[in-house]
């Protein structure tokens, strides 16, 4: 028998895609992997104790995830990190370890900034960062404040940057502006 060092980089990646709380339809297009070696793999992740968020029931279009401002403003952010870690190689692949130090970094600042609130899902930011690649999203840059947003072409909510619409909402609710709103 063989144990390749190709096929412990595939498993150690799968683990890290599991705990991560990725569904196996991207762990398999990352790892190579089968399902059924996924789920054996999962098996023994909870015979180890370990625990992962639990994945949404398969993965939604840019369409449906991209709802509201304060959405279209948390994926921002991850997705202006995903480009500052991946650099102009996203526009031609995923590259699933610039998006998990994206992810990484924007769990930080959410829980510095807006603690009890919810993460958007990683299985999301993987959607868009394929929408990237096949150039159905793009980042476009704002006038006014000066700074890249991200925006997907199947997105039915506006175009316009999230930052400031999402600032004159604050400022219509007198409230003070937070990422959590
Ligand atoms: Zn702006």
Redesign the pocket.
């Known amino acids: 028998m063989q144990l390749g060092v190709e096929s412990i980089q595939r498993i150690t990646l799968a683990r890290e895609l599991i705990l991560r709380g990725y569904v196996n339809k991207i762990i398999e297009i990352e790892s190579g992997l089968g399902t059924k070696t996924l789920n054996r793999l999962r098996m023994s992740l909870k015979e180890e104790g370990k625990s992962w968020p639990q994945p949404p029931r398969g993965t939604r279009q840019a369409q449906t995830i991209i709802k509201r401002v304060a959405h279209r403003q948390e994926f921002s952010i991850i997705m202006l990190a995903y480009r500052k870690y991946g650099g102009d190689s996203i526009f031609q692949h995923v590259s699933i370890t610039a998006l998990n130090s994206a992810y990484d970094t924007y769990r930080h600042l959410k829980g510095e900034f807006a603690p009890h609130t919810e993460l958007a899902n990683i299985n999301d930011c993987y959607t868009l960062a394929v929408d990237l690649r096949s150039a159905e999203a793009e980042y476009e840059n704002?006038t006014?404040?000066n700074?890249s947003?991200f925006v997907s072409f199947s997105q039915e909510s506006s175009y316009r940057?999230p930052?400031?619409l999402n600032r004159e909402n604050a400022q219509k609710n007198q409230a003070p502006a937070s990422l959590a709103s």
Do not use: I, Q
């Open positions: 704002c006014d404040c700074v947003y940057c930052f400031c």
